[in-house]
């Protein structure tokens, strides 16, 4: 399959051999080979996480490494969506719950993530052990067909 059709792609230029795309991902969509990450396409369902986690920006998103962004931004008026446009992923988070309010807003500007589809329900599973069964489910479920 040519590199330009594929939406995620890794750079072995870029890659520093860290493991973590593979530690994370390798009992589904990525494995290793000669220490470099293979992502297996008939499993990707770009959900681009491995392009959030790699620390050296070597999984790209339409040929695109994403912008690494290392310190606070005052945005104006109307950049709003040209930094979710660039952004990925924020690497760091809290084990902190969100006010309702907060998640309220997350899922208003959540129509604007990568995804191809701007006409979706979103339901938050807040439960950590009915979010892992759903995981595994759908994981199990992929593997039968």
């Known amino acids: 399959m040519n590199i330009t059709r594929r939406m995620v792609a890794l750079d ?3 890659c520093t051999r860290c493991g973590l795309c593979v ?3 390798g009992d589904y969509c990525i494995s290793q080979l000669n220490g470099l990450p293979v992502i297996d396409y008939h499993i ?9 986690i790699c620390p050296s ?8 490494a994403p912008e690494k962004i290392d310190s606070a931004i005052i945005l104006k008026s109307g950049d709003l969506l040209a930094l979710l446009a660039r952004r990925r ?8 719950e969100l006010s309702e309010n907060t ?24 439960d950590r052990e009915i979010v892992d069964h759903i995981d595994t489910s759908a994981l199990n ?3 039968r067909v």
């Open 57 to 64: 920006q070597a999984i790209l998103v339409n040929n695109t």
């Open 12 to 14: 072995a230029g870029r």
């Open 89 to 96: 992923s924020t690497k760091i988070f809290k084990e902190k």
């Open 103 to 126: 998640l309220k807003s997350i899922i208003d500007v959540s129509k604007y993530a990568p995804n191809q589809n701007k006409n979706i329900d979103i339901i938050v599973i807040t």
């Open 23 to 25: 530690e994370r991902f």
């Open 141 to 143: 479920l992929y593997r």
């Open 44 to 52: 990707c369902n770009i959900c681009q996480k491995c392009v959030a």
